[in-house]
Structure formats: C-alpha cells, structure tokens
C-alpha cells in the first residue's frame, strides 16, 4: 500500500454495450468484475471508493460516492463528484480506474505516483500500446477547479480535454500477453475474459 492515495473505482457508467447497467456484478472466473478490481487495488491504497449509483451497492462493502449532477454526462462526472465529496480522505492525490478491468497491474499506483511526483504532474496517466488509457490514471486533487469547469461550464465529460490542459504525465507500460488495461464493455468482452484466463 502507498500512504496518502485515495482510489475509487468508476461504476456509474450506463453500460449500454453490456446491456444491463450493474456491470461491475458480471462473473469472471467465479467472481464479480469488481471483487477482480477491489482485489487488485486495494493494497495499493490508503482508502478505496466506488462511484456508483448506491441503489446497486447494497450488497457491498465500498463507501459509495454517487454522481452529484443528475444524468450520466461522461466518467468525469464520477471523478468531480468524488473530489467534491467530503468522503475522500484529506490525501493529496485520487488513482482512477474502471470497474470492467479486472488485469490492473498489482504495481501500478506505485509505478504512477513515482512518476507524478518526480515531475510534480497534475495527472499520471497510462499509455499502452501507445494509446492514453485515461480511466486507469492517478490524479493530484489540486485539479478539481479545471475539473469543475470542463464539466459545468464547457459541458464535456471526458478525460482528454483535461489530459491536453493540464501537466499531464505519461507512463509507457510494457507490452504483455495479458493487456493489463482490458476493458470488459461487452459480452464478448467478458467471453474473450474468460478465454483469457483459461
């Protein structure tokens, strides 16, 4: 575990794609995709949170921060409301990741924060394949002021607008035979999933 990082897991996606909007409670391997994510994340932070609609987190033990602003506008939404959530410990830094990837590497928080704090970056963000994956990204909270303005004034809810505005670093992980940043978004997904744990 690293001292002074929060975590929080985004599920308050619609999963449109998966085709039912509790996601994170799909089965892979005999357990749900967010029991994969919490077990991978949880020792690598002080304290773990979900973003999630709380009427389907009642069979689980994460503190929940539910979306602050009424309709889903994009996975920013979920890292706004948990920076002004008075939830968050009094850290200095929010690791990011999704609730439909269960390959997080065990080291990756470790990996990002070194990285953030050696150039004292707004966001540590992973790049794969040569592709920014900006739902596995680690945050300095100083950020919620530009964050707050991307979604309520210019109306995005994305990551990128604020990849490109802020200090942004980027972490170049290593090519394996497992993409540790697969995102399960389809039953297919979850298929392949499973092929790949076989």
């Not at 509790?22 to 304290?47: A, C, G, N, Y």
């Not at 410990?89 to 609730?99: G, Q």
């Not at 505005?165 to 499973?194: G, H, K, R, S």
Request: hydrophobic share 40%; with cysteine; aromatic share 8%.
């Amino acid at each position: 575990m690293i001292n002074k990082i929060d975590g929080l897991i985004l599920a308050a996606g619609r999963s449109k794609r998966m085709g039912y909007e509790d996601k994170f409670k799909s089965i892979l391997d005999k357990k749900t995709l967010l029991e994969h994510v919490v077990d991978r994340l949880e020792p690598q932070v002080s304290e773990l949170f979900i973003n999630a609609s709380p009427d389907l987190c009642d069979d689980q033990s994460l503190t929940v921060i539910a979306d602050h602003i009424e309709g889903f506008q994009g996975p920013l939404t979920g890292l706004w409301s948990a920076l002004k959530s008075d939830q968050l410990s009094d850290t200095s830094y929010l690791m990011l990741v999704p609730c439909d990837g269960p390959f997080i590497p065990h080291n990756l928080v470790a990996e990002l924060h070194q990285l953030m704090a050696k150039n004292d970056a707004d966001i540590a963000c992973v790049r794969y394949q040569g592709f920014a994956q900006p739902t596995f990204s680690l945050w300095n909270k100083r950020v919620l002021p530009a964050v707050e303005e991307t979604l309520l004034v210019k109306k995005m809810g994305g990551f990128k607008p604020l990849l490109a505005e802020l200090n942004t670093v980027y972490l170049d992980w290593p090519e394996q035979p497992l993409n540790p940043f697969f995102n399960i978004n389809t039953p297919e997904d979850l298929a392949e999933a499973e092929l790949l744990l076989a």
